[in-house]
T-cell receptor, first 113, second 111 residues
Framework: NAGVTQTPKFQVLKTGQSMTLQCAQDMNHEYMSWYRQDPGMGLRLIHYSVGAGITDQGEVPNGYNVSRSTTEDFPLRLLSAAPSQTSVYFC????????????FGDGTRLSIL | DAKTTQPPSMDCAEGRAANLPCNHSTISGNEYVYWYRQIHSQGPQYIIHGLKNNETNEMASLIITEDRKSSTLILPHATLRDTAVYYCIVRQTGANSKLTFGKGITLSVRP
């Protein structure tokens, strides 16, 4: 199993550009989520999904869109990048069973100029 | 979900036990205590979780007080590779339940 795979690992964008951060998992997990982490801070939840076709907002959803067309994939879209979105982004997944732990990807480091 | 309180940092000597405290005085009956760690800038790594009984796995032990208002993560023989930020998180177990990360505790293991 590859676990949770995030691509790209690094990206630099200009303000106003759009891009999609990819996240894929091969564990057949129903629950997937996106977090961002800023320097010296813990992780903050952006969006999450409890299954294909179902998404919901987390703590800091503004400026981000998500969709979940398959169990495996949960892409995060920045429609018009802003410098405030410079951060490290982590994707995670877990089994739907209530107490199951989350598995995290290695992150995407995004800089917006 | 209940909030947790952790000291900002601690250190311990290599080979000694590292005891990381966490307060969660508002925890409710259906909330579990989870511990994750983040080494350098990697993705968080799950360590252990528990409800009310003490738990042990190959990585660590989790001691939860009888009133469940606090817990301690124990790394029995800390190594330099255990230097990381450790997060104590309280989470309900519903399908929609989410992890809420605080700032964690930075553990520095010294040679």
């Amino acid at each position: 199993n590859a676990g949770v795979t995030q691509t790209p690992k690094f990206q630099v964008l200009k303000t106003g550009q759009s891009m999609t951060l990819q996240c894929a998992q091969d564990m057949n997990h129903e629950y997937m989520s996106w977090y961002r982490q800023d320097p010296g801070m813990g992780l903050r939840l952006i969006h999450y999904s409890v299954g294909a076709g179902i998404t919901d907002q987390g703590e800091v959803p503004n400026g981000y869109n998500v969709s979940r067309s398959t169990t495996e994939d949960f892409p995060l879209r920045l429609l018009s990048a802003a410098p405030s979105q410079t951060s490290v982004y982590f994707c995670a997944s877990r089994d739907q069973g209530g107490k199951q732990p989350q598995h995290f990807g290695d992150g995407t480091r995004l800089s917006i100029l | 979900d209940a909030k947790t309180t952790q000291p900002p940092s601690m250190d311990c000597a290599e080979g000694r036990a590292a005891n990381l405290p966490c307060n969660h005085s508002t925890i409710s009956g259906n909330e579990y205590v989870y511990w994750y760690r983040q080494i350098h800038s990697q993705g968080p790594q799950y360590i252990i979780h528990g409800l009310k009984n003490n738990e042990t796995n190959e990585m660590a032990s989790l001691i939860i007080t009888e009133d469940r208002k606090s817990s301690t993560l124990i790394l029995p023989h800390a190594t330099l590779r255990d230097t990381a930020v450790y997060y104590c998180i309280v989470r309900q177990t519903g399908a929609n339940s989410k992890l809420t990360f605080g700032k964690g505790i930075t553990l520095s293991v010294r040679p």
